[in-house]
């Protein structure tokens, strides 16, 4: 993903390009950030865009050594949240 203009590859990834880089559906990051429960991202512009670094804190949320890791967090579905797992974030 390099830019043709620059020749650097891009800080910012708009919607669809994030969904592609995650390997999630373009809808489900979409509910991701309705919900509250997605990466970080910026609105320029009107434009919803991701910062590569930001793509990736999120999905190390989830890095786990185990199944039974008790010290992994969890990256919760594109759903709204419950009241319990509000308080669990």
Do not use: C, N
Not at 52 to 61: F, I, K, M
Request: aromatic share 8%; glycine share 8%.
């Amino acid at each position: 993903m390099i830019d043709p203009k620059t020749g650097l590859p891009p800080r910012f990834l708009r919607t669809p390009d994030a969904a592609r880089f995650l390997g999630i559906s373009l809808r489900t990051l979409e509910k991701h950030r309705t919900y509250g429960t997605g990466p970080t991202y910026r609105k320029i512009g009107g434009r919803v865009v991701y910062a590569l670094d930001d793509l990736q804190a999120w999905t190390a949320v989830a890095a786990r050594k185990s199944t039974t890791d008790k010290d992994a967090t969890r990256v919760f579905p594109a759903r709204p949240l419950t009241p319990a797992e509000r308080g669990a974030r």
